[in-house]
């Protein structure tokens, strides 16, 4: 599904791993919270300091969820672009309340401080496939300190029919 109209980008770290459940109907939903500041340099003090915390709730529906809960763990640093939901509610205390969420279609993992892997599963999404369980997609960030070399045993198929 494309992204039309007021689309919003948010990067940060997760707070937790994903929380993945399902609808009564069988629809996955992964859900948790994306943490963002902004750091700035002060001058005065020769030093960076950190800004307040934005913690924002997210939901990623169906296998798209599924593959970001499966490939994501608390502390890492996604990119998240969706729309956001304002959620009207009323407490069990008898308060109204709003919460505002973050209803993802596209994540992934960010390369800023770390180094990723996608692997994709064959005839996942570009293909017909007989198998109806497909694998999930699989993705994962981890700080390297090091330049890691490619492999060199790829045979450049990437699976696209063109």
């Given at each position: 599904?494309?992204?039309?109209?007021?689309?919003?980008?948010?990067?940060?770290?997760?707070t937790a791993d994903p929380e993945l459940r399902y609808t009564q109907s069988g629809v996955a939903?992964?859900?948790?919270?994306?943490?963002?500041?902004?750091?700035?340099?002060?001058?005065?003090?020769?030093?960076?300091?950190?800004?307040?915390?934005?913690?924002?709730?997210?939901?990623?529906?169906?296998?798209?969820?599924?593959?970001?809960?499966?490939?994501?763990?608390?502390?890492?640093?996604?990119?998240?672009?969706?729309?956001?939901?304002?959620?009207?509610?009323?407490?069990?205390?008898?308060?109204?309340?709003?919460?505002?969420?973050?209803?993802?279609?596209?994540?992934?993992?960010?390369?800023?401080?770390?180094?990723?892997?996608?692997?994709?599963?064959?005839?996942?999404?570009?293909?017909?496939?007989?198998?109806?369980?497909?694998?999930?997609?699989?993705?994962?960030?981890?700080?390297?300190?090091?330049?890691?070399?490619?492999?060199?045993?790829?045979?450049?198929?990437?699976?696209?029919?063109?």
């Amino acid at each position: 599904m494309a992204i039309d109209g007021n689309a919003h980008v948010i990067i940060g770290q997760l707070t937790a791993d994903p929380e993945l459940r399902y609808t009564q109907s069988g629809v996955a939903v992964a859900s948790g919270t994306i943490a963002h500041n902004d750091r700035v340099y002060d001058k005065d003090a020769g030093e960076w300091k950190d800004g307040d915390p934005l913690f924002i709730r997210y939901s990623y529906w169906r296998e798209s969820g599924e593959n970001f809960s499966e490939s994501h763990s608390k502390g890492d640093r996604v990119l998240a672009v969706g729309k956001f939901k304002q959620n009207n509610f009323t407490d069990k205390d008898g308060n109204e309340r709003t919460s505002i969420e973050l209803v993802i279609e596209e994540a992934g993992p960010s390369n800023r401080y770390a180094t990723t892997t996608a692997t994709r599963v064959k005839g996942n999404g570009n293909k017909a496939s007989g198998n109806k369980s497909k694998p999930k997609a699989k993705a994962k960030a981890g700080a390297s300190s090091k330049a890691e070399s490619s492999d060199s045993s790829s045979d450049g198929d990437d699976d696209f029919d063109f």
